[in-house]
């Protein structure tokens, strides 16, 4: 016989309205509406976060000015946001010193801040990671390195060409300029990046982006490009994110939290119930690994409108993973996580222990693949995940268990469990991390 699970202290009592929910959906009978939401009585919890995180803010504030005129922060590479003539200014300044080399009889060559994982560092108190200082020279006259010298100065004169004209390009049709050049648009994008950090710019102030992935949806207006944009009026699929976020303005909200959610069928379902009217928020996805334009404009809400931050991703070490992407950079953008990275995201769910909390069915728990694993333990090694006890052990317990599952695995209950009973009972008893 099997011994019942016992309760911990930090386990919330579900609220009658969730047992009749089960209890019904045993039964067969779930409706709509059975879980009512009272936003006042449990979104005290939010704003004492909200309180929270403030506090918070200003002591990294305190820290970053403490650190600029600290030597060791001149070890670290930052970059920052430049206009058109800038980033031109910038480009013709690496030309001319290339040009230099060559006429001095020293050949074609760039000294490269290095990307890779060795250069990089997590840096507790700005809760993100950083680029450390460490460079690479590329040189045309060298076999191992000719072919990403050919490309990085092709990448130059196409982005010395779009800031010239005023105008913005895909990363693909970028690629599609010099196909045989770059095979793959992976070679063209990982030299854009490598251009950004040589330049000491964003890189969007590159002009080159990516092609629009992630919606909003909830209580939050903007202008974009001048237009008037209400993301209530935007119906099931919601407004689609701009990748160029530098024409959003005016962002005004009387939400009281910003709910980030892993996947777009979850999105749809939130969407669908009219789930921040009910609870003022805001929604946003990415609908899986964040993109430049959703991690930009995320940071744009955040710092204009200083709202905590709820994320709902999947139980598994991807859906920690992408979390991780939006709270302290990539490490393949680790050069401009001051401008992309928005920390003190609170994991709301779906967490490990929520299995059995909510009672998830085995036949909705899957088993954790071999390479699941292996990343679920990769994990447990980040510095990222370390300085978190919490985060590490609802990671440790899903790796020990080898079992994941989906946000899905809640319409187990009804397709409505998510928005009626789960999130309000996680909202109401402050049930993140």
């Known amino acids: ?29 779930v409706s709509s509406g059975t879980a009512a939401v009272d936003a006042e009585s449990f979104l005290n919890r939010v704003r004492e976060l909200k309180r929270e995180i403030e506090s918070r803010e200003a002591a990294k504030q305190r820290f970053i000015l403490q650190q600029s005129s600290d030597a060791s922060s001149a070890a670290r590479i930052e970059v920052r946001e430049l206009d058109c003539d800038q980033v031109l200014a910038e480009l013709e300044r690496v030309i001319l010193s290339a040009a ?30 950083v680029l450390k200082d460490g460079v690479a ?40 300029t010099d196909v045989k050049l770059f095979r793959q648009q992976t070679e ?31 209580r939050v207006t903007f202008q974009e490009d001048g237009d008037l944009i209400d993301c209530t009026r935007m119906g099931v699929g919601g407004k689609a994110i701009p990748p160029y976020t530098d024409r959003i303005t005016n962002i005004t909200s009387d939400a009281e939290f910003i709910l980030l ?13 009219r789930f921040y009217n009910r609870v003022k928020c805001i929604i946003v ?52 996580s001051a401008n992309l990275a928005t920390p003190d995201i609170k994991w709301l769910g779906i967490r490990p222990t929520d299995l059995d909390r909510y009672g998830i069915p085995e036949q909705c728990r899957l088993a954790m693949t071999e390479n699941d694993l292996k990343t679920g333990k990769d994990m447990l090694e980040e510095d990222f995940i370390k300085k978190n006890p919490a985060w590490h052990r609802e990671l440790s ?37």
Request: with cysteine; charged share 30%; aromatic share 6%.
């Open 397 to 433: 317990l899903m790796v020990k268990r080898k079992e994941k599952a989906e946000i899905q695995a809640l319409s187990n209950f009804g397709f409505q469990y998510l928005t009626e009973v789960y999130l309000p009972e996680k909202i109401r008893h402050g049930d993140w991390i």
């Open 285 to 336: 996805t990415a609908k899986g690994q964040p993109d430049v334009g959703t991690r930009l404009f995320l940071r744009r809400l955040k710092r204009e409108l200083h709202l905590p931050i709820l994320g709902l991703v999947d139980s598994d070490p991807y859906g920690l993973k992408i979390l991780s992407v939006y709270m302290s950079g990539s490490k393949g953008m680790s050069y401009d």
């Open 1 to 29: 016989m099997v011994a019942k699970r016992k309760k911990t202290a930090t386990e919330p009592r579900l609220s009658t309205a969730s047992r009749k929910w089960k209890q019904a959906a045993e039964s067969g009978a």
């Open 188 to 218: 063209s994008d990982d030299v854009l990046n490598d251009v950004a950090c040589l330049i000491g710019c964003t890189r969007n102030s590159l002009n080159v982006v990516a092609s629009e992935k992630g919606i909003v949806v909830g």
């Open 261 to 273: 959610v892993e996947k777009d069928a979850a999105f749809m379902r939130l969407a669908e119930d």
């Open 137 to 176: 020279i590329r040189n045309f006259a060298s076999v191992a390195s000719v072919r990403k010298t050919t490309i990085m100065t092709r990448v130059l004169q196409l982005v010395h060409e779009l800031c010239t004209r005023r105008i913005h390009t895909t990363k693909r049709d970028l690629f599609y």
């Open 100 to 129: 230099k080399s060559i006429l001095e009889g020293r050949g074609l060559s760039y000294k490269v801040p290095r990307r890779s994982a060795g250069n990089q560092e997590y840096v507790e108190e700005l809760e993100r990671i």
